[in-house]
């Protein structure tokens, strides 16, 4: 397409969104749940077409280039398509929020005020890699009686037609506008700069891929963003702490899957804990190839012989006997600040509580953060003190997404703190507007 088609097409896609916005607010609930419903089933009877389409990409992925962690997250296996479908299903089940009234208070002056909780209207998601994404924006968007335009990469461009076909199919077959969720056709990027800037037909822009990417829109946009740049995500293991959680933790979370900004990049350890913990997650992250990037003490200490009997889920990759060689690496000052979406992570012991809230803090980027201990007033610190959108206690900072926090879906995890911080679900995508309820009451 040349300039003008772009600008044109890219009209087009607004003003059909805008109409189909204002009937997706009006429909009924139980005319959404069907649409969400429809999709499920939909994805669970194409799960073989689909798969087929998706290949597509990742034959194009592998043949560019393409790291393995981002062809990771093009894969549409049977597994990720069934977790799809029962988010559909889980945001069928759950209440509308829209149209809900709250805070409903009577004033001196007889009239009672309230807000209600309103649809945005249009929101644009450009994204990158991942096609389920196309499933979660496009769900969240029904529920929340909304319409979006969904932009999704290049990488993606032939999954995403496809399941942007069934969900069209979904919202016909239910009586819904097939507008009111519509996928960019083109790979063409100035899509993008144009989609951005389009007040008129645009309410919000949701951003979701690399740093780069979330930067230009950020700069560049003419319309709310939200958005969150990356994901330095830390476990501190405190002193005291079950040290068999905490080894059982501190790998799931940065061994259960590379690529996603949930997966942990920053280890710290509280010194009463490290000589005893870091030879244990030292033969964990051995056994599976990860790269620990380490300050001083924890180097000294993961030099020292790994045992040949770890714990947890390192036991099955170790061969009875085997000596293993961990990737050790002394950590720049760079590495605390760094989001490595590959199997490294950077390894640091601190004095105590004080000093990981103040390291986190300083280095992380505000995504999420967990602390394993058995100190109920420590816990309670890190909850309180920790400057992050989401912030754990014995648990892996894996589950920081929406399907996993009940949301249903998630559009994406903001670490803004205007307007929706964490995993953005239903309510992130609407407004509360106030209604006044009276009888015959006038100023005076």
């Not at 309410?203 to 700069?219: A, F, Q, T, W």
């Not at 933790?249 to 590379?258: H, L, P, R, W």
């Not at 998630?410 to 992130?428: C, L, N, Q, Y």
């Amino acid at each position: 397409m040349n300039a003008t088609n772009i600008t044109e097409y890219t009209h087009a896609l607004g003003s059909q969104a805008k109409v189909a916005s204002a009937l997706m607010a009006r429909a009924q609930s139980a005319t959404k749940n069907v649409a969400l419903r429809t999709l499920a089933r939909l994805l669970r009877e194409n799960t073989a077409a689909l798969q087929v389409d998706n290949a597509k990409d990742i034959e194009r992925a592998m043949a560019n280039g393409l790291s393995a962690p981002m062809v990771d997250r093009l894969k549409l296996t049977p597994k990720v398509l069934e977790t799809c479908a029962q988010g559909c299903e889980q945001l069928a089940a759950m209440a509308d929020v829209i149209g809900e009234i709250i805070g409903m208070k009577q004033q001196p002056s007889g009239i009672r005020v309230g807000q209600m909780r309103v649809p945005i209207g249009v929101f644009g998601m450009i994204f990158e890699s991942r096609p389920n994404v196309t499933i979660e924006a496009a769900s969240l968007s029904i529920k929340s009686g909304n319409a979006c335009i969904l932009r999704g990469g290049s990488e993606a461009i032939d999954s995403n037609k496809a399941l942007a076909k069934l969900v069209q199919q979904a919202l016909v077959e239910s009586g819904l506008p097939a507008d009111a969720v519509q996928l960019v056709q083109t790979t063409d990027r100035e899509v993008v700069g144009q989609l951005i800037a389009m007040p008129q037909y645009v309410d919000v822009i949701i951003p979701r891929g690399g740093k780069g990417l979330i930067e230009r829109i950020s700069r560049d946009a003419k319309v709310p963003v939200i958005k969150h740049l990356d994901g330095n995500c830390h476990v501190y293991v405190d002193d005291p702490c079950d040290i068999a959680m905490a080894v059982k933790v501190a790998d799931n979370a940065k061994t259960n899957k590379y690529s996603p900004c949930n997966a942990a990049e920053g280890l710290l350890v509280a010194r009463g804990a490290a000589a005893e913990f870091l030879p244990l997650i030292g033969a964990v992250y051995a056994a599976k190839g990860v790269e620990m990037r380490c300050d001083p003490e924890a180097l000294a200490i993961l030099k020292q012989k790994v045992p040949l009997a770890p714990m947890g889920s390192a036991q099955a990759a170790i061969k009875p006997g085997a000596i293993l060689e961990p990737k050790l690496v002394p950590a720049q000052e760079s590495d605390w600040f760094e989001e490595y979406l590959a199997p490294i992570i950077s390894i640091k012991v601190v004095e105590g509580i004080d000093e990981a809230i103040a390291h986190i803090n300083q280095y992380s980027s505000h995504h999420t953060d967990a602390i394993l201990t058995r100190d109920h007033m420590h816990a309670q610190r890190f909850l309180r003190e920790v400057d992050s959108a989401s912030v754990m206690v014995n648990t892996s900072t894996r589950f920081a997404d929406g399907f996993e926090f009940g949301l249903g879906a998630e559009i994406g995890i903001s670490t803004d703190k205007f307007h929706a911080r964490g995993p953005v679900g239903i309510e992130g995508l609407t407004s509360l507007k106030y209604v006044v309820l009276g009888d015959g009451e006038v100023r005076v």
